[in-house]
């Protein structure tokens, strides 16, 4: 018989089904603990969040209790045990509907809030890019106006005291040029966003501020352009202030006392700003881009602004670069052949003979020359105008030496013994009005006028023809290396340089030309304004004499005929008497020679000829190899009219034994006299007189002993001029005591004498004779008597 078991209490946990879509306990406590964590991780939850969070915790908790308190309970039979998993179901159901609606509530609040708090963030985000686009407008504004007090401050206050100071400062004026461009377009922006009388914070004063900027756009690039390229040049001023410590500390001393208010200790810390301005502008118009709203009404405008001040800044940098390139490449130096030598080096000589080659190349068609139909076409007029000017210059100064030499001729000083006759008296006064009144003015207008700025514009030729000329060489370089794929650091900055220049006289080039045909056409009109008036000036001088001078009755057409015919026949006299003047003047001295020169003359004539004798009009002294030195009055054979490298104006000649070069222009062809001076008398005393050298002594010596002889007297033949301080010079006729019949070496060829005044010297003999007393001019010298 089977004994009856006794029932054993069941505590086996029933797990759910993984079919079953009810959540278990313990999945519903991971899922409360990650909605906790959820809610523990937002920022800014509020506390009625939290009252919430707790709420559902607690109510989670509570059904878990129950759950497993429910679950742990060993049912007495089966029965009990599916009614109680039924009400455990049924319970777990309900909890999880309560806790999903609690969920989706508490989403809710945390979305409204999130979207509470952005839009919160939103306008305090609005607010602060308002006051930091209206601080950086009111920086923008406010900082124009103290850049423009300190402008006005340098310009006006510290320049006047620098310029009191002394000695006064060289070049000052050149520091501060173009900065008063730059003042005046800053003031004018100023006076813009004065006019509008808006305040920074109103909306519309940002498009003021813009439509201001771009209006002036074109003028702030032309006054800091011009500004900054300058700029190079007033540091190097400062530095040459520097050098000159005590120049340097008087500008110093007046820096400071002219602006206290600034710690400044050199110009350059005024000078500088707008520099510093310029690339400024596009910082502080970007920042307020940045904090204004792309809803604004002005952000386009303000948008187009700061991209003009970008474009600004780089085309003034450009235009900077091509004048550094211009004023590196313009310059005229004048190098001597030393500097050039040692100037030389492997690479300079590298480049020259590539360059060479490359125009060899195109000169023998080897390669093509590369062409530039517009710059050749700017090249030729160029060089058109440069001719016409230069050509116009030299005529200017002609004309202006013609009316010097009017000026200096001045008749009215003269008395031509004219008193009495009317018409002669008339002409006088028109011409001292002429040369003292219309003509200087006259001269003076055209000197200003016309041959200042002709010569201003032939100074600025200088550089365009530099540019050219360094194009070529560029050029040159260029087309070696353009067939280059790959170009290393030195190519590329030789075809840089060639572009830029290129570049630079493509744009500038058009603009000189036009310019400068521009200012001759100005000045040939300015010429014919001045014949104009001229005329009319000296019209209405000669109206005022018109009643006084004769033919003034006659009709105009034949007052012009006889005019005419009277200055043509005046013209044709004055031709006559200058000739003659001419002829009279460069007519050859004949003059008797000495002996010496007598023998040299005939020693000369014997070797080459009468035709090839020449005088000397002055001395010639020698600068240069083979040239002789000749004194005034030699003679000289001429062998060649030209030099061994063809100058004709040196001439080799024959000087009695040395031969050498004479400049031609100190040589006139000898004229030998028609009559030969008369055979030297000798001069020998008469008979029973004895003289003593007088620049001897001797101790034995015998006093003269003159016995009586008729008085005769010693008087010069001819005209004899003075060589040297040893001779002396007579006239023909003038008596003469001879101190010694001979020179010191007792050469008879030459007398001692002494002239009227005193003067003493040598004279050739045989251009002294001897006469009776009474049958020549009274003297007062008797030495025979």
Not at 20 to 41: D, F, H, I, T, Y
Not at 495 to 514: D, I, S, V, W
Not at 627 to 643: F, H, K, M, P
């Amino acid at each position: 018989m089977e004994v009856p078991r006794r029932p054993q209490p069941s505590f086996t946990l029933a797990l759910p089904k993984p079919a079953s879509s009810a959540l278990s306990p313990l999945g519903a406590v991971e899922k409360g603990s990650k909605k906790e964590k959820l809610l523990e991780r937002r920022d800014g939850s509020s506390e009625k969040d939290d009252q919430v969070g707790q709420e559902k915790r607690s109510s989670e908790e509570e059904t878990f209790q129950s759950d497993v308190s429910v679950f742990v309970e060993a049912p007495a039979d089966s029965s009990e045990y599916v009614n109680t998993n039924t009400a455990r179901t049924n319970l777990r159901l309900s909890s999880e509907d309560s806790f999903s609606e609690e969920n989706s509530i508490s989403e809710e609040r945390l979305a409204e809030e999130a979207h509470k708090k952005s839009e919160e963030e939103a306008a305090a985000a609005k607010e602060r890019a308002a006051q930091r686009q209206l601080l950086a407008i009111e920086e923008l504004v406010q900082s124009e106006r103290n850049y423009l007090r300190m402008l006005q401050l340098s310009t006006v206050t510290i320049r006047s005291n620098l310029q009191k100071l002394q000695p006064p400062l060289s070049n000052l004026d050149g520091m501060f040029l173009f900065i008063e461009e730059v003042i005046d377009v800053s003031s004018r922006l100023l006076s813009l966003l004065d006019q509008t009388q808006v305040k920074p914070d109103d909306p519309r004063f940002l498009e003021t501020l813009c439509h201001s900027f771009l209006s002036l756009s074109s003028d702030i690039e032309a006054a800091y352009r011009e500004y900054l390229s300058n700029y190079n040049h007033v540091t190097v001023v400062e530095n040459g202030y520097k050098q000159k410590e005590a120049l340097w500390n008087d500008i110093v001393k007046v820096i400071k006392a002219s602006a206290p208010e600034v710690n400044a200790t050199s110009l350059s810390f005024f000078l500088v700003m707008p520099v510093q301005r310029i690339a400024r502008y596009p910082l502080l118009l970007q920042t307020i881009q940045k904090h204004t709203d792309p809803s604004h009404p002005a952000y386009a405008l303000l948008e187009q602004t700061a991209h003009t001040s970008i474009a600004l800044n780089c085309r003034i940098n450009e235009y900077k670069r091509f004048r550094e390139v211009a004023d590196k490449y313009k310059k005229t130096e004048t190098l001597t052949i030393k500097d050039k030598i040692n100037r030389l080096n492997s690479h300079s000589i590298a480049k020259k003979t590539a360059r060479f080659s490359q125009q060899i190349k195109h000169e023998t068609g080897i390669a093509p020359k590369l062409v530039d139909e517009e710059f050749d076409a700017l090249e030729g007029f160029f060089y058109v105008l440069e001719n016409g000017i230069l050509e116009l210059l030299e005529n200017v100064e002609t004309y202006l030496n013609h009316l010097q030499a009017f000026l200096a001729c001045k008749t009215e000083e003269f008395d031509l013994d004219m008193d009495g006759e009317k018409a002669p008296i008339c002409y006088k006064e028109i011409t001292t009005a002429l040369r003292q009144w219309i003509i200087p003015t006259f001269e003076k207008r055209m000197r200003t006028l016309i041959h200042k700025p002709l010569c201003a514009l032939r100074d600025l030729l200088v550089g365009p023809r530099n540019l050219i000329r360094k194009r070529i060489d560029k050029l040159l370089d260029y087309e070696v290396i353009e067939a280059k794929s790959n170009l290393s650091y030195e190519e590329q900055a030789v075809a840089n340089t060639y572009r830029t220049m290129n570049t630079l006289l493509l744009n500038e080039l058009p603009q000189f030309n036009g310019l400068a045909l521009q200012m001759i056409w100005s000045m040939l009109g300015t010429f014919s304004c001045l014949h104009k008036d001229l005329a009319s000036d000296m019209e209405q001088l000669f109206q005022s004499f018109a009643q006084q001078l004769p033919h003034s009755s006659l009709h105009p057409a034949a007052f012009w005929e006889w005019a005419e015919s009277a200055a043509l026949e005046g013209a044709r006299r004055l031709q006559t008497l200058c000739q003659t003047v001419q002829d009279t003047l460069n007519a050859p001295v004949v003059q008797p020679l000495s002996p010496s020169s007598q023998r040299r003359l005939k020693q000369l004539t014997d070797k080459h000829g009468s035709g090839k004798i020449y005088q000397v009009m002055t001395t010639v002294v020698g600068s240069r190899d083979l040239d002789l030195n000749l004194t005034r009055g030699e003679l000289v054979a001429v062998i060649s009219e030209a030099d061994t490298r063809g100058d004709k104006r040196r001439w080799l000649v024959d000087a009695g034994g040395r031969r050498g070069y004479v400049p031609n222009s100190k040589l006139v062809r000898y004229h030998q006299p028609a009559e030969e001076p008369p055979p030297s008398p000798h001069l020998t005393l008469p008979e029973g007189m004895s003289g003593v050298r007088r620049h001897s002594y001797t101790p034995q010596s015998q006093p003269l002993t003159v016995m009586r002889q008729p008085c005769v007297q010693v008087l010069a033949a001819y005209d004899f001029t003075a060589r040297g301080n040893h001779e002396v010079s007579v006239r023909a006729g003038e008596p003469v005591r001879v101190l010694e019949p001979h020179d010191k070496r007792g050469n008879p060829e030459w007398s001692l004498v002494e002239a009227r005044g005193g003067q003493r010297g040598y004279v050739p003999s045989n251009y002294l004779a001897i006469m009776p007393m009474g049958t020549g001019p009274s003297s007062g010298y008797s030495p025979f008597c």
